[in-house]
């Protein structure tokens, strides 16, 4: 061995050997790396089904009814880590296109649309039965209802809908006729005013009550007013007169421009109101012939809340007396009402039978035509008077344009005065011998006939009743009062007997 590294040749040669050892080492970590490539591909099921996503149906014409299938199975393939990792499920979507359907049913081709890069093994169904239907449009009245109660003592009106009360309905054809109604409500709850809502929802309602989910409806909502009202009730509108005209004038006409008032209150005063006449024309306003025009104030009656119109315009022609036409009409049954009774004591018409009087007034033909019976009374005086039967004249209170006529300036009645029965806490005893039985009391019409039981006091004529009736009850004047027929109903009740 030392021979050889003291060969001068066996030296070179190894020194060379070792120069291209060193030099491929070099050169060796210069050459590129090819890398490997590995071309995994494979196919994976997806776990989920995918839906079938119809589009380009034209809205305007067709409704969907019903797709055979919503959801297909598919198989892809493609990179591995494309399938495992860079795509989901909700990147996978089957397509059917609905431009070209027409009414019915339509079998179309489902079309994948895929991530790129994935291809399509299989799709299981590849074919889908689509049924679509005509739309039909129809308008229906907008019923609104209100909910709930408002405040006690008031009440709900009829519902306002803006900008219109027709609501335009749009549903396949064959459904259309199941539409009963398109409603909408408002709550009205402990309300005490209008109700308003600018956005009330609609919704179409079958012959059930039940709501048709997949109407279309134009528009979606409206605008509603819900009127909150107090009770109120319209009466008649009655003019009082205060004061005189001038001598040689007469009311021709008195022409209010309602006929009628409404009056706001609970429905306790209500009901006792029967006519408002707590308007008064106040005649000394007038003095000369002529036609004008007065603004009256009303105000609401005791008890109630308000009134309207709150005032009210009065056309008031005054005529001279000699040139307004007159007339007669005559009043059936007026009714007589009788006061001034003493204690203890209790009064009953013998005549007339009815109740009440025929009277004829003569007036103003205008005027006359708007009165009626309750404008009238008759009045009995029975002050100071005892039991019997007495003729007593009556009072009659007239509007200040009317008169008595000659035919009714008679006015009398005749009236029975007897006690009170006195009041005991246990029934009387029952006789049953029938030979002990009392006569019962005479009827009116008994006494009036001179039927078996009358009062010996009827039986005599009319002079000798005044006189038994002096004697009963001292000096009784026969004529108890006069009468007034034409009178003034002022704020107060006074009366006035002068003709205006």
Not at 44 to 53: A, D, G, I, L, N
Not at 107 to 135: C, H, I, Q, R, W
Not at 252 to 275: F, M, R
Not at 339 to 355: A, D, R, W
């Given at each position: 061995?030392?021979?050889?590294?003291?060969?001068?040749?066996?030296?070179?040669?190894?020194?060379?050997?070792?120069?291209?050892?060193l030099?491929?080492?070099?050169?060796?970590?210069?050459?590129?790396?090819?890398?490997?490539?590995?071309?995994?591909?494979?196919?994976?099921?997806?776990?989920?089904?995918?839906?079938?996503?119809p589009?380009?149906?034209?809205?305007?014409?067709?409704v969907?009814?019903?797709?055979?299938?919503?959801?297909?199975?598919?198989?892809?393939?493609?990179?591995?880590?494309?399938?495992?990792?860079?795509?989901?499920?909700?990147?996978?979507?089957?397509l059917?296109?609905?431009?070209?359907?027409?009414?019915?049913?339509?079998?179309?081709?489902?079309?994948?649309?895929?991530?790129?890069?994935?291809?399509?093994?299989?799709?299981?169904?590849?074919?889908?039965?689509?049924?679509?239907?005509?739309?039909?449009?129809?308008?229906?009245?907008?019923n609104?209802?209100?909910?709930?109660?408002?405040?006690?003592?008031?009440t709900?009106?009829?519902?306002?809908?803006?900008?219109?009360?027709?609501?335009?309905?749009?549903?396949?054809?064959?459904?259309?006729?199941?539409?009963?109604?398109?409603?909408?409500?408002?709550?009205v709850?402990?309300?005490?005013?209008?109700?308003?809502?600018?956005?009330?929802?609609?919704?179409?309602?079958?012959?059930?009550g039940?709501?048709?989910?997949?109407?279309?409806?134009?528009?979606?909502?409206?605008?509603?007013?819900?009127?909150?009202?107090?009770?109120?009730?319209?009466?008649?509108?009655?003019?009082?007169?205060?004061?005189?005209?001038p001598?040689?004038?007469?009311?021709?006409?008195?022409?209010?421009?309602?006929k009628?008032?409404?009056?706001?209150?609970?429905?306790?005063?209500?009901?006792?109101?029967?006519?408002?006449?707590?308007?008064?024309?106040?005649?000394?306003?007038?003095?000369?012939a002529?036609?004008?025009?007065?603004?009256?104030?009303?105000?609401?009656?005791?008890?109630?809340?308000?009134?309207?119109?709150?005032?009210?315009?009065?056309?008031?022609?005054?005529?001279?007396?000699?040139?307004?036409?007159?007339?007669?009409?005559?009043?059936?049954?007026?009714?007589?009402?009788?006061?001034?009774?003493?204690?203890?004591?209790?009064?009953?018409?013998?005549?007339?039978?009815?109740?009440?009087?025929?009277?004829?007034?003569?007036?103003?033909?205008?005027?006359?035509?708007?009165?009626n019976?309750?404008?009238?009374?008759?009045?009995?005086?029975?002050?100071?008077?005892?039991?019997?039967?007495?003729?007593?004249?009556?009072?009659?209170?007239?509007?200040?344009?009317?008169?008595?006529?000659?035919?009714?300036?008679?006015?009398?009645?005749?009236?029975?005065?007897?006690?009170?029965?006195e009041?005991?806490?246990?029934?009387?005893?029952?006789?049953?011998?029938?030979?002990?039985?009392?006569?019962?009391?005479?009827?009116?019409?008994?006494v009036?006939?001179?039927?078996?039981?009358?009062?010996?006091?009827?039986?005599q004529?009319?002079?000798?009743?005044?006189h038994?009736?002096?004697?009963?009850?001292?000096?009784?004047?026969?004529?108890?009062?006069?009468?007034?027929?034409?009178?003034?109903?002022?704020?107060?009740?006074?009366?006035s007997?002068?003709?205006?």
């Amino acid at each position: 061995m030392d021979k050889w590294f003291n060969n001068n040749t066996f030296a070179k040669i190894l020194a060379l050997a070792v120069s291209l050892l060193l030099w491929f080492m070099i050169h060796l970590d210069e050459v590129p790396t090819t890398p490997t490539i590995t071309t995994g591909i494979s196919s994976k099921v997806v776990e989920r089904t995918v839906p079938v996503q119809p589009y380009g149906l034209d809205s305007n014409t067709y409704v969907l009814t019903s797709l055979s299938i919503d959801e297909v199975r598919l198989q892809i393939k493609g990179q591995r880590s494309m399938l495992t990792s860079i795509f989901t499920n909700d990147d996978y979507k089957v397509l059917v296109d609905l431009s070209q359907v027409k009414d019915g049913s339509n079998t179309l081709p489902l079309v994948p649309d895929l991530p790129s890069g994935v291809e399509v093994v299989s799709m299981e169904p590849s074919m889908v039965t689509v049924n679509v239907e005509k739309l039909g449009t129809k308008s229906f009245n907008v019923n609104i209802v209100p909910e709930g109660e408002p405040s006690a003592g008031y009440t709900a009106g009829t519902p306002v809908v803006a900008p219109s009360s027709l609501v335009k309905v749009t549903l396949p054809e064959g459904q259309l006729d199941a539409v009963a109604s398109v409603q909408g409500s408002v709550s009205v709850t402990d309300a005490k005013e209008d109700v308003i809502q600018k956005k009330v929802k609609l919704q179409a309602y079958d012959a059930e009550g039940k709501v048709i989910e997949n109407a279309i409806l134009s528009p979606q909502t409206v605008e509603v007013r819900v009127p909150v009202n107090q009770p109120y009730t319209k009466v008649p509108l009655r003019i009082k007169y205060l004061g005189q005209l001038p001598e040689g004038l007469v009311l021709s006409t008195v022409e209010p421009n309602v006929k009628e008032v409404s009056i706001y209150g609970s429905q306790g005063v209500l009901a006792g109101i029967q006519s408002y006449d707590q308007a008064t024309l106040d005649l000394t306003q007038f003095t000369q012939a002529g036609t004008s025009t007065v603004d009256v104030d009303l105000t609401p009656p005791s008890g109630s809340e308000k009134i309207e119109p709150s005032s009210i315009q009065i056309k008031v022609t005054v005529s001279p007396y000699d040139e307004v036409e007159t007339t007669t009409k005559v009043f059936p049954n007026v009714p007589i009402n009788l006061v001034g009774l003493g204690n203890g004591l209790e009064g009953e018409l013998v005549t007339p039978k009815s109740g009440g009087l025929n009277i004829t007034l003569t007036g103003s033909r205008i005027m006359l035509e708007d009165l009626n019976v309750g404008d009238i009374k008759l009045t009995g005086n029975l002050k100071g008077l005892g039991a019997g039967t007495h003729e007593i004249k009556l009072e009659a209170e007239l509007p200040r344009f009317a008169k008595l006529d000659e035919a009714s300036n008679d006015l009398s009645s005749t009236v029975r005065i007897s006690e009170k029965a006195e009041e005991t806490t246990a029934p009387p005893e029952q006789n049953t011998n029938e030979d002990n039985q009392t006569t019962p009391d005479p009827s009116p019409a008994e006494v009036e006939n001179g039927q078996p039981g009358t009062d010996p006091v009827e039986e005599q004529d009319e002079s000798n009743t005044e006189h038994q009736d002096q004697s009963q009850q001292g000096n009784v004047p026969t004529n108890r009062g006069s009468v007034n027929n034409n009178f003034n109903t002022s704020n107060n009740g006074s009366k006035s007997g002068s003709n205006p």
